[in-house]
């Protein structure tokens, strides 16, 4: 018996993903994330143009190219097409590629269903202060706005016309892959209906707490690969979620004992198992090297069950708390 979760996520156009990736966060040097990719091993790298990463990976990544015997081939970058791009998907992505100085793109996401605030929204989120106009997930099948007074009214550009742009990029070879972010079964069903190349992935919340099986066992039968955020129940609404809470948890506590690992391990590992590919946002060294060892091992059976038992439903990111979201209720 195999005593390791498999490393990579097979595709459901045949290629292969990395279940353990990394989510560039913003103000990271080159050097740093060359050696995350030298050093620690990892390969999936996930950029944001929103973050205003790209061109901070794309120097890493050129230095990983001309001075290691590694390819790009071996790396899987991803890249998302933001909300307010979704006008204009060809020259986002453009820019995008220009700045990671890529030949291609392994997987590009789409931007999710979303709501527009027409003026300028100013919110902190985590330690970066933005000022934009922001826009998130609402489920429509199409571009939706919201007006002052939070009318909601149709925006110009349906989902199923912003897809096939990037399905025209998947078939002139610039993109391998493109997936979704925050999509419920009613939107992928309907994605399903219109799209002529498949989603790859769905970005979404999953994490002990909120375990999703519905949604889960509609993306495996449709083969579509669950990237994880929030893999340890932290981000979010912090002051009911803390990660703290769940790795004290004396069911982790006793699972770290009983297989020699650290309970952030066990519960990595936990989603590993379920077919999940994960995605942290951290780059403190120990806890690199931590999160790349929790698909080493296997646990039993019931022990991933007893982790599985504690759903509750309890999200990190409720959505309809947040001001900046318009107090939308973006998973109803």
């Known amino acids: 018996m195999d005593s390791s979760v498999d490393p990579n996520c097979m595709l459901n156009n045949g290629l292969l993903m990395p279940k353990v990736g990394l989510a560039i966060s913003q103000n990271q040097s080159d050097d740093l994330i060359y050696t995350v990719v030298v050093d620690y091993g990892y390969r999936h790298l996930y950029t944001v143009s929103f973050y205003k990463n790209e061109e901070v990976v794309g120097e890493a990544i050129q230095k990983v190219l001309t001075e290691t015997d590694i390819r790009q081939e071996d790396l899987f970058v991803v890249t998302k097409v933001w909300q307010n791009q979704k006008e204009d998907i060809r020259g986002a992505f453009d820019k995008s590629l220009k700045k990671l100085k890529l030949d291609y793109d392994d997987l590009t996401k789409f931007p999710s269903e979303e709501t527009l605030k027409s003026k300028l929204t100013e919110f902190k989120l985590s330690r970066f202060q933005f000022k934009i106009p922001f826009y998130f997930s609402t489920h429509q099948p199409a571009f939706v706005k919201v007006e002052e007074g939070g009318k909601i009214v149709p925006g110009k550009i349906a989902n199923h016309v912003a897809w096939a742009e990037l399905e025209k990029l998947v078939n002139e070879g610039l993109i391998k892959s493109i997936g979704v972010p925050n999509f419920n079964v009613q939107s ?145």
């Open 188 to 332: 992928l069903l309907d994605m399903l209906a219109y799209c002529e190349t498949k989603p790859v992935c769905n970005q979404i919340e999953l994490h002990p707490y909120l375990v999703q099986d519905e949604l889960v066992k509609f993306m495996k039968d449709n083969e579509i690969i669950r990237v994880v955020y929030y893999p340890l129940v932290g981000g979010g609404d912090l002051k009911r979620n803390s990660p703290k809470d769940i790795l004290k948890l004396e069911l982790f506590q006793e699972h770290a004992e009983k297989y020699d690992r650290t309970a952030g391990q066990i519960i990595l590992n936990w989603g590993l198992h379920r077919g999940h590919c994960i995605i942290p946002k951290i780059f403190n060294k120990e806890r690199l090297i931590e999160n790349k060892k929790s698909q080493e091992f296997i646990t039993g059976g019931e022990d991933y069950q007893k982790i599985s038992d504690l759903d509750c439903g309890r999200r990190c990111f409720p959505g309809i708390n947040f001001e900046f979201l318009c107090y939308t209720p973006v998973f109803a």
